[in-house]
């Protein structure tokens, strides 16, 4: 995992050059639309406001004509079309800020709006992935890590598994194309896992030393 704040990008979402044996097999970004509707759940934000909209006007209709009842629910209109803008803009910048990267090796994701980091992932860190497709085409594909390996919840959100916060897990969030992004991810996982370790021995017969 880096992190650096000032660094130029040689290449869009990486921090660094890749190496000679390391290319990108897939390069994407949230789709702001869907990243609003699941993420920060822009529609019971909304939904919330018509309620409350619905309420305050019937409880005026009690004792006021209904063009007046009709008004008082007004400023329950402009709070919820402020609040889903907010959350929309939100949505917006992030999926602006956020580059996801594939390569043969690993996993990169550039997130962050205004704390920009980047997470590499290798394929050797990740057990599993789950792919939640949703209609449209869009989707999460989550990595559940293994070992040692730990991020944080609140450091990384929204670019994780909602609601696994004891064993984050790192995610390309609201991808779209998501069926064919995971399917690349898997074979690119599967070559890379099972490429063979070669141990080059020392001249002077010194321990083996491990070499890709």
């Known amino acids: 995992m880096s992190h650096d704040d000032f660094a130029v990008e040689p290449i869009p979402g990486l921090p660094e050059k890749l190496p000679a044996d390391e290319y990108i097999i897939w390069q994407g970004s949230p789709d702001h639309n869907a990243l609003a509707r699941e993420a920060l759940s822009l529609r019971w934000v909304a939904g919330y406001f018509v309620l409350l909209t619905i309420w305050r006007v019937g409880a005026s209709s009690a004792d006021y004509p209904l063009g007046v009842s009709v008004m008082h629910g007004v400023p329950f209109v402009i709070a919820g079309l402020v609040a889903c803008g907010l959350l929309y803009l939100i949505a917006y910048v992030q999926a602006r800020a956020t580059i996801y990267t594939l390569t043969n090796k690993r996993v990169a994701m550039r997130i962050g709006a205004a704390l920009t980091m980047t997470l590499n992932l290798p ?90």
């Open 123 to 212: 394929y050797t860190w990740i057990g599993t992935a789950k792919l939640d497709l949703r209609s449209g085409g869009t989707g999460t594909l989550a990595f559940e890590l293994i070992g040692d390996t730990r991020v944080s919840y609140l450091m990384t959100w929204p670019h994780v598994r909602p609601w696994y916060m004891s064993r984050t897990q790192p995610a390309l969030r609201c991808i779209p194309d998501a069926e064919n992004v995971a399917r690349m991810f898997a074979t690119a996982a599967e070559t890379r896992i099972s490429q063979p370790i070669v141990a080059r021995v020392q001249p002077d017969g010194g321990n083996a030393v491990a070499a890709e």
